[in-house]
C-alpha cells in the first residue's frame, strides 16, 4: 500500500454531521452578571412602587381625616354658639322670672361695678352683671335687648346708658338704657354716627361719647371727635376733638374733669392719658399708665380710677387691672375675680 494510503487509512474519520465535544457553545460571564443585575433592579423597583402607593394611600386618608376634623371643629364651633346662645335665653328668663318674683337684683352688695356686654371669644355678649370689689362677686341682672361689643357706657340719674358699639357684623349709633329700679332696657336718641370702639362717660348732667370710629376698618378710622347727650335737650351735640386719635380706648371722671385711657391712635395701641376740662373746654395730656392696651374698662371709685383689663400689642386679652389716684399715680392691684377681659364697659354706682 502506498505510504500515502497507510497514512490516511490511520487517521480516524467523523460522520459528516457529527460535532466534536471541543466544538461545545461556552457562557458569557458578563452577560451572566447583568441578568442578574437586572433582576434585582425590578425587584427594587417594584418595592419602591409598593411603597409609594402605600404613602400616596396614606396621604389621601390623612387628607380625608384632615378634611373631617376641619368640618367637626366648625360644627362644634356652631354647636359652642349654639349653646352660649341658650344660655344668654336661659339666663334672661331667669332674670325675668327673679322680676316677677321681686327680686330683680337683691343680690347686689353694695357699691358694684356693672359690666355689659362684650366679647367672649367666639360671640357679642348681650349681658348685665354687677362686680363687688369688697366682696369679689358677679352677679348677673337683666341681658339688653341685643349682644354687643365695642361699646361705651355711661350713667345719669341712677340709669345706665349704653350707646355705639356692634355686634360683629354691623356698627351701631343705637343708644340703651337700664332702669335698676325696674330691672328693666328703654330704647333712647341715637348717637350721630354709628360707630365703635368709642368711650363714654357722663358729666354735670350730660352723657359723652368720645372717639371711636366706623366701617370694617375702624382702626384706621380712629376720630378724634367727642358728642354729647343732655336728656333734657334730646339730642347729641358736637364737642371739641381730642389732640390725637384715638379708639378702643375708655373714658372716665375724675373730680371735675374726663380721662381718656388707653386705646389705638391708628398704629399702636398706646398708655397714653388725655384729660378733658368743661370749664376750659380743652384737652390735656395726663400720666400715662404701665401697660400698652386697648378695650378695657375705665371706671372710677372712692377717689380712684380703675383701667379692667383690655388687649395688648400681642393681642392678647389681659387680666390687669391698674389703679389710679391723683396724689399716687398708677399701680397695678392684685384683683383677680375678673379674669381676661375685653370689649366691654364698666360703671360704678
Not at 391698674?322 to 399701680?331: D, T
Request: aromatic share 8%; glycine share 10%; net charge negative.
Amino acid at each position: 500500500m502506498p505510504q500515502e494510503a497507510q497514512f490516511g487509512a490511520a487517521l480516524p474519520t467523523d460522520p459528516p454531521d457529527s460535532t466534536s465535544k471541543h466544538d461545545a457553545p461556552i457562557e458569557d460571564p458578563t452577560s451572566l452578571g447583568k441578568c442578574h443585575g437586572n433582576a434585582e433592579l425590578l425587584h427594587i423597583i417594584n418595592e419602591l412602587s409598593k411603597r409609594t402607593r402605600a404613602i400616596e394611600k396614606k396621604l389621601i386618608e390623612s387628607d380625608k381625616e384632615k378634611l373631617f376634623l376641619r368640618e367637626s371643629v366648625k360644627d362644634t364651633e356652631s354647636r359652642v354658639q349654639q349653646l352660649e346662645y341658650q344660655f344668654e335665653k336661659l339666663q334672661l328668663n331667669y332674670n325675668s322670672l327673679a322680676l316677677l318674683l321681686g327680686r330683680p337684683h337683691d343680690n347686689v352688695e353694695g357699691p358694684s361695678v356693672f359690666l355689659l356686654g362684650g366679647y367672649r371669644g367666639s360671640t357679642c355678649l348681650s349681658s348685665l352683671d354687677a362686680f363687688c370689689p369688697r366682696t369679689d362677686r358677679l352677679v348677673p341682672l337683666c341681658p339688653m335687648s341685643s349682644a354687643r361689643a365695642y361699646a361705651a357706657v355711661s350713667a345719669l340719674n341712677d340709669r345706665i346708658y349704653i350707646f355705639g358699639g356692634g355686634n360683629g357684623s354691623s356698627w351701631f349709633h343705637s343708644v340703651e338704657c337700664y332702669s335698676r329700679e325696674g330691672n328693666r332696657w328703654m330704647t333712647c336718641p341715637r348717637l350721630k354716627h354709628a360707630k365703635g370702639s368709642l368711650a363714654g362717660t357722663m358729666l354735670n348732667d350730660k352723657i359723652f361719647a368720645i372717639g371711636g370710629g366706623d366701617g370694617s376698618a375702624v382702626f384706621s378710622e380712629v376720630e378724634i371727635s367727642a358728642e354729647r347727650y343732655d336728656p333734657r335737650e334730646g339730642f347729641w351735640a358736637l364737642l371739641p376733638s381730642m389732640s390725637v386719635r384715638r379708639g378702643s380706648h375708655s373714658v372716665a371722671v375724675l373730680g371735675e374733669a374726663l380721662y381718656a385711657v388707653g386705646g389705638y391712635d391708628g398704629s399702636n395701641r398706646i398708655s397714653t392719658v388725655e384729660i378733658f376740662d368743661p370749664r376750659a373746654n380743652s384737652w390735656r395730656i395726663g400720666s400715662p399708665f404701665s401697660i400698652a392696651r386697648g378695650y378695657g374698662c375705665a371706671v372710677t371709685m372712692d377717689d380712684n380710677l380703675f383701667y379692667i383689663g383690655g388687649v395688648n400689642d400681642a393681642g392678647e386679652t389681659v387680666d390687669t387691672v391698674e389703679v389710679y389716684n391723683e396724689r399716687q399715680g398708677w399701680s397695678i392691684s392684685g384683683s383677680q375675680s375678673v379674669g381676661r377681659r375685653a370689649f366691654a364697659c364698666a360703671i360704678a354706682i
